[in-house]
């Protein structure tokens, strides 16, 4: 009991008051009496609002609600449940011991519960790291309706909640793939240069169909026009390529360009398996983390999530020579590599590049690099003083290199994307449609 009373602030303001009575009675002795029945009818009412707030031995009910993973860079809802088991109506602070990655030290939510009634509280948490978050006890502190006296309660609701990579932002566009509305997150639609010679069914003609396509045999057992209808060629191999080195630490709105990637990543390779095709993923450093074949079984989206919640990076150089070697030894059909890196400068570039061709020989290479949006407000920004003109005209040399990267890239064949993180997964998912779309794979 002792441990869970606490008294409020108004307790020693009264007590501050009743010695400053006590003072002046040095000089007006007729006011010791006043101090003395401001202690007393102070003490009475502690004991009497101490008596209601104990009346109950559980007077207050709490738990917590919360998925077991969270999806990273979105708002994840967390519930607490309470009830109110006094027969009075009371005041209380909810302090819930939120994981630590959050550094919210004065998280602190007040309610107001009618006697014998519930409520439930609702917060919003958006995690920016990958890995486990614990969330430890809730803390109730209920204040007694003379608001003297608050009594705590503690409830244990230890949890272990996984952050994984957005499978919010990841259902979405499943979502909108399955029905064929990818234009509304922001996909083009890529007018198609011919048709797939990927036979499905034939069907009769109707108006607007194309008249190369009618099946005169067919035609001729109906005695009606009848069309070949084809499809988007399926079970094609793509594979999200992912560099975990240090040039993808670099943060922007929270979360790194390493995370940024691994969502990305966790997108294409979900609406490629809506496209029926097979999806794989690769991530390397030093040397080669994660291999994860090309497939297209119910149980490969779960694989993929799986192996993205785990990585990590040592803020090593990548080896884009050992990646050429595994590729060549294990990825025997062509296929489309989704490369996730970034170049600073047009040396970092060209020292990679002999490794880049070689795998672009092989297979379609699609290379996704990053565009820096700090130099973009630099450049954007208007120059007032000698230094800001020296200054802006450094962010234009590399925002300029960065361009000619993407030139360096398509003179050696090899198609790339320049892109902002935070448009980096409608740019990628665009880049692979048209690609498929033009029978590019």
Known sequence: MIKSFYLNNIVYYIAGSAAVVFVLSYFFPA????????????LMAVVVDAILVYSKKNGIGAERIVSERFSIGDPNKVFINLSNH???????????????????????KKAKLERASGFTLNYVLTPTSRGEYIFNDINIYVHAPLQLVKRRYTFPAKQIVKVY????QMRR????????????AGVKRIRKVGHSMEFEHIKEYVRGDDYRTINWKATARKDNLMVN???????QQIYCLINKGRVMKMPFNGLTLLDHAINASLVLSNVALVKQDKAGLITFEKNLDTFLQADKKPTQMSLVLESLYRQKTDFLEADFEKLF???RNRITNRSL?????????VESLQREMPALQKIAHYHLLLVVFFENTELKSIVERKADSLENIYIRTIAEKFAYEKRLMVKELHKNGIPSILTTPENLTVNTVNKYLELKTRMSI
Request: proline fraction near 4%.
């Open 173 to 184: 566009y499943q979502l909108l793939a399955v029905s064929n509305r990818l234009q509304e």
């Open 337 to 345: 590599l989704v490369l996730f890196t970034n170049f600073e400068s």
């Open 86 to 108: 006094y027969a009075f109506p009371v005041r209380i602070s909810i302090i819930d011991e939120i994981p630590i990655q959050f550094q919210d030290r004065n998280w602190l």
């Open 31 to 42: 006011w010791y009496r006043i101090g003395i029945l401001i202690l007393l009818l102070l």
């Open 165 to 168: 990579p957005s499978y919010v």
């Open 325 to 327: 070697a595994v590729i």
């Open 229 to 235: 209808n084809y499809t988007d060629e399926r079970s």
